[in-house]
């Protein structure tokens, strides 16, 4: 069964704590994406990967840091530096077949400040 | 600078009626569009999306429609359904970032559907 599987669907984070969220696809797919959800907002980038081994930032990446060694996986860690991690995040992915082609997204981990 | 905008927070519909959500962009250099559908916590689902080339798209009870001149599309979903009650998110992306698939979102539209 293809799909995206994001884990822990909930994490709690300490004060000066740095904290990876886990994003895994079977989709074969390329490209990945990290956005960020807050109340009444929509969804803001913070990373994206086109290609292993290659990752850009999105519109509000300070404060975060991803990683992508292998085409299946896209951790996500929240650092200390980023000051309000309270929020929804969701991770996509996206084939390359033709120009444009939706972006899939897993079931989301939402962070709390302990 | 919101790129995307969804100026109404809220909808609700009655069972059977027409539901109408709007997304209005102001970046001319957008060139595809889509809408997403958003339960509580879970992640969005694509739902419909429309090239510029085209005025509207239809995929059995959703249709988007484009008006390029006023930088503004709408999803009509007919008949609405109970289980259509969610979050609606509008996105787009512009010539050039098509190869990266860079979205930008809407705030968003929660759709009530009362039975």
């Known amino acids: 069964d293809g799909g995206i599987t994001q884990s822990p669907k909930y994490l709690f984070r300490k004060e000066g704590q740095n904290v990876t969220l886990s994003c895994e696809q079977n989709?074969?797919?390329?490209?990945m994406y990290w956005y960020r959800q807050d109340p009444g907002q929509g969804l803001r980038l913070i990373y994206y990967s086109q290609i292993v081994n290659d990752f850009q930032k999105g519109d509000i990446a300070e404060g975060y840091s991803v990683s992508r060694e292998k085409k299946e996986s896209f951790p996500l860690t929240v650092t200390s530096a980023q000051k309000n991690p309270t929020a929804f995040y969701l991770c996509a992915s996206r084939g390359q077949g033709g120009l444009n082609q939706p972006q899939h997204f897993g079931d989301g981990t939402r962070l709390s400040i302990l | 600078d919101q790129q995307v905008k969804q100026n109404s927070p809220s909808l609700s519909v009655q069972e059977g009626r027409i539901s109408i959500l709007n997304c209005d962009y102001t970046?001319?250099?957008?060139?595809?569009f889509l809408w997403y559908k958003k339960y509580p916590a879970e992640g969005p689902t694509f739902l419909i999306s429309?090239?510029?080339?085209?005025d509207k798209n239809e995929d059995g009870r959703f249709t988007v429609f484009l008006n390029k001149s006023a930088k503004h599309l709408s999803l009509h979903i007919v008949p609405s359904q109970p289980g259509d009650s969610a979050v609606y998110f509008c996105?787009?992306?512009?010539?050039?970032?098509?190869?990266?698939?860079?979205?930008?979102f809407g705030q968003g539209t929660t759709l009530q559907v009362k039975p």
């Open positions: 970046n001319s250099m957008f060139d595809y």
């Open positions: 996105a787009a992306s512009a010539r050039g970032s098509s190869n990266t698939g860079k979205l930008i």
């Open positions: 989709l074969n797919h390329d490209a």
């Open positions: 429309i090239s510029s080339i085209k």
